[in-house]
């Protein structure tokens, strides 16, 4: 099976699954009531998007030097940074980090890069005890699952998945305890991964932002885990991407203002942490090692091509938020690292536009992502890049036919109307006395889903017509009024 | 060639064109945005303060009202003399004690909680330095608090260690009202002002307590960190 019909199984898969509808009905929702209402509080809301996607193109324009200067200011801040191409790459130095460490215990927080280059599943195949911080991908972990939304990786599960999983994983608890309630759950998690923190020889996190100017890193979450992440072991390895980078601090909290808003609904998140090397000569507590990685993974090639803009993304998560298509099948079904139309439009160029150009099929086209994105990624027009390149890929031939057939009839207008009359005509005998079609020959995965309209009076071109002909008259005739009234007042 | 070379190559391949102004240029455009940093802020909704008068006190108000969104409470009080009995008092309302009725709190050696008068308050255990698992409240103090969102601004150090603020169920934060500022920025200078110019290790921005909504979508308090933020507010 190729990536693209698999794409097509997991769509009526997650269609199809009753749970899953059931968990997508609320919670992306709430993410866009909150959303907007974050934005109705902040008056400044649409000019700071502009702020902000100026903020990134300028950051992008002149990447090179400000990772230049990151580097130098985070080395004097005794950091080390590391510069990874690929993700075979990051995936070594963070072993080779581990091992030096004399690790056994890991704790991560929540980083999408991390889930780029899979890392935890790396570092576990070389045996170490590697665990998620972030509630929701330690509940995804568990389940052996990959997570579905970017913010929030466990949006999928139900309170009743989780008080399942709960009780197989953690065998050593007492099994008539009560997990009813979200509460108890997650209590019953603290209690777990504390027990981690306070073991754990290294800690890895990602980071939002770096910031040049010192060379640190900006990380946030809600549940705080990160900073535990990074404060209590030995070692913190803050694993991130080459285009993660603004200028200066005065650059970054407009971004962080956007961020949350547009992520949660929040007004800032819960903790903003600004990480500026390794613990000091007179600090009781924090690690003894920073290392930072930096990651491509073809970004470069991102930002070589027309589809820069992308590198903007700051994740927040609000264009899957408000996607039709994202809120119908969940993240799932993408089988991509990022889902919805952030995923469209970059996982083709982190994963290779055979494994996922056909992402950008997942579109209606109806442009909400791009209202709602805080740093105004034109995600429609990337997605529609993204489909002109696939179709340079073989693909089956009867698709082939069929494109070609409707590019040459496209551009023979004649032809063109004559078979647009036919069709016209056809599907109206098809409908019958009905004003609807329920079921059309050779194309019924339309069908399968909606009715089709049936025509009414007419082609497009020939109602198009009718009302440009009759719009002349009108004019003719206010024209020749007008001229009559003039006239009349002529003394 | 090693990775850094090959992205670094990479990247300015990437970026050139040729409508690309000269190198000596770009780096002119980079040097002069780190020592000059743009202003983006404040825009209309959010003012800068004027530290006397009438707007530090809608700076004040609204720096607790956006606490009480976040369901943070805050503890006002008239005189740095009167800290100790009112932490005191919210603990015993608050937080459980142990069996012998004494709550211990844990805090740092910053020199301003140390000189308040602790021994005229009774009920309360003083232990010092970083968080340990078993602790139960953590005080810090903070260097400022932003209006915009009802944040506070620590920083790591000796004086008040970051694990305070994260390993027990309840953080308190001790903070003038003269700290509070009406946005991130000005906060960031109050810190700069405070370090003489140095980064900490950590500038830990809190808002609110530790929160999930990883479980069907609902959020509750005390995902990791504390599940209780306590403000104690003074004014010199
Ligand atoms: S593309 Fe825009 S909306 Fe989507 S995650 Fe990135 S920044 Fe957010």
Known sequence: MTARTQFDADIDTALADAPLQRALADVPAGFVAGRRRAREELLEFEPLRRVARDIRDHALAHLDLYLEAFESNATKAGSRVHWAASGDDACRIVLDICRAAGARTITKSKSMVSEEIELRERLQDAEFDVVETDLGEYLV???????????????????????????????????????????????????????????????????????????????????????????????????????????????????????????????????????????????????EQCHIILLDN????????????????????????????????????????????????????????????????????????????????????????????????????????MLHTWARLAQHPRIYRWCAGIAARSLKWLAGSGARIRRLPFLHAWTDYRDLAAPQGGTFQQQWAQREHKRAQRDRADVSAARARKSDSVP | ?????????????????????????????????????????????????????????????????????????????????????????????????????LARIRMGSDAFLAALPWSSTSGLEIAAGMAEAADVIGVSRAIAGVAETGTLLLVSGAENPVTLGYLPETHIVVLETGAIVASYEEAMQSMLAATGGRMPRTVNLITGASRTGDIGGKIVMGAHGPRRVAVVLWSA
């Open chain 1, 298 to 401: 073809g970004r470069t090639e991102l930002l070589a091509s027309e589809m820069r803009p992308v590198l903007r993304c700051i994740r927040c998560g609000a264009c899957m938020n408000h996607c039709p298509v994202y809120c119908s099948i969940g993240g799932h079904a993408y089988n991509s690292v990022y889902p919805g139309p952030i995923g469209a439009a970059l996982s083709p160029a982190l994963a290779g536009a055979e494994q996922a150009a056909h992402l950008a099929e997942a579109s209606t086209f109806c442009g909400r992502c791009e209202q709602v994105c805080p740093v105004e990624i034109p995600l429609v027009s990337v997605m529609r890049q993204w489909r002109s390149l696939a179709l340079e890929q073989p693909r089956s031939r009867r698709a082939r036919v």
């Open chain 2, 1 to 101: 060639m090693s990775h850094r070379l090959r992205i670094l190559s990479r990247i300015r391949k990437a970026l050139d064109a040729p409508a690309m102004p000269s190198e000596t240029a770009r780096a002119e455009a980079v040097a002069e945005r780190i020592a000059h940093p743009p202003q983006h802020w404040p825009l209309r909704s959010i003012q800068t303060a004027d530290p006397e008068g009438a707007a530090q006190l809608t700076l004040i108000g609204r720096f607790k009202a956006q606490l009480a969104r976040l369901g943070a409470d805050v503890i006002e009080v008239g005189s740095v003399a009167e800290i100790p009995a009112a932490l005191a008092n919210y603990v015993a309302a608050n937080v459980a004690d142990d069996a012998a009725g």
């Open chain 1, 141 to 287: 972990q568990i389940r052996n699952e990959k997570p579905s939304h970017i913010i929030a990786p466990a949006i999928h599960m139900r309170a009743e998945d989780v008080a399942d999983v709960f009780r197989r994983q953690h065998g050593h608890l007492a099994p008539d305890r009560k997990l009813d309630t979200p509460e108890e759950m997650i209590a019953e998690a603290r209690g777990i991964l504390r027990d981690k923190f306070l073991s754990a020889d290294v800690g890895i996190t990602g980071a939002n932002f770096l910031v040049a100017e010192s060379g640190s890193a900006i990380i946030v979450t809600n549940e705080g885990n990160a900073d535990l992440t990074m404060s209590l072991p030995k070692v913190h390895v803050i694993l991130t991407s080459i285009d993660k980078v603004v200028p200066t601090f005065s650059d970054a909290w407009p971004l962080l203002r956007l961020l949350a808003r547009s992520a949660t609904g929040q007004a800032f998140t819960a903790y903003t942490t600004i990480v500026t090397g390794p613990r000091r000569p007179d600090d009781p507590d924090g690690p």
